[in-house]
């Protein structure tokens, strides 16, 4: 299975919370499964840990991702415009640079949040 993490899946993930679903838990430790983060989330990440709301990682994010086998998902231009013509109302722009990879990548996002079923996005949490 090909799936894009949401950033609190990462998050979750890497600090063992409980709050990561035993479903979720159980793709991203399977090595079976290719995994992907955009780029957005590390800007998303290290934004919040700048502004004190995210502790940092000790090794970095970068080592990090590398250690658990993700690819790293860059944001082409096509995936800029399909997030812009995405339809409202969800306006966080990180979220649909995401739905917008996923879907153009064919990606299941890994996330807890309901809005990226509305968008048609695969999802498993």
């Known amino acids: 299975m090909r799936l894009l993490l949401d950033t609190h899946a990462v998050l979750w993930w890497f600090m063992d919370d409980s709050h990561l679903s035993r479903a979720a838990g159980n793709v991203l430790d399977d090595t079976a499964n290719q995994l992907f983060v955009s780029v957005v989330t590390g800007y998303e ?3 919040k840990q700048q502004s004190g709301r995210l502790p940092s990682f000790p090794d970095g994010l ?3 991702l590398q250690q658990a086998g993700v690819n790293i998902l860059s944001v082409t231009l096509d995936h800029a415009l ?5 339809p409202g109302p969800h306006r966080d722009p990180w979220d649909r640079i995401i739905m917008a990879q996923a879907i153009a990548e064919g990606l299941t996002v890994v996330t ?3 809005v990226f079923g509305r968008y048609g996005v695969s999802v498993l949490w």
């Open 45 to 47: 990440i290290v934004y």
């Open 62 to 64: 970068s080592r990090r």
């Open 82 to 86: 399909a997030a812009a013509a995405l």
């Open 112 to 114: 807890v949040d309901p």
